[in-house]
């Protein structure tokens, strides 16, 4: 499985963006997906997870209410609609994908399969 991850790009506080992370392979539409963030000098932090079907999603609390994880299994393809942003929500953003599993997870080790990361900069 092949994750490309894409959309970042430079937006101002207060702005919005959304973010696709669009599958390729054998991939498992049942399988559970997420977007994680890396900030410079950080470590790697949960953002947003969607089940298989989509009918069940869990957020990271310093993104709930801002950001909506999505996705539209014919198209193989996740999104992240990204509101509000602010200069902290500055960082690399990866997508990721368990191998079979569809439970919600927070932890970047129950992911199997990575995308590339596209870069999202908030400028105050």
């Known amino acids: 499985v092949q994750l490309q991850a894409s959309g970042g790009g430079l937006v101002q506080a207060g702005g919005s963006l959304r973010l696709s992370c669009a599958a390729s392979g054998r991939t498992n539409s049942g399988a559970a997906m997420g977007w994680f963030r890396q900030a410079p000098g950080k470590e790697r932090e949960f953002v947003a997870a969607?089940?298989?079907?989509?009918?069940?999603?869990y957020y990271a609390d310093s993104v709930k209410g801002r950001f909506t994880i999505s996705r539209d299994n014919a198209k193989n393809t996740v999104y992240l609609q990204m509101n509000s942003l602010k200069p902290e929500d500055t960082a690399v953003y990866y997508c990721?994908?368990?191998?079979?599993?569809?439970?919600?997870?927070?932890?970047?080790?129950?992911?199997?399969?990575w995308g590339q990361g596209t870069q999202v900069t908030v400028s105050s």
């Open positions: 969607i089940s298989g079907s989509g009918g069940a999603t």
């Open positions: 990721a994908a368990r191998k079979l599993r569809s439970e919600l997870r927070s932890s970047s080790n129950e992911y199997d399969y």
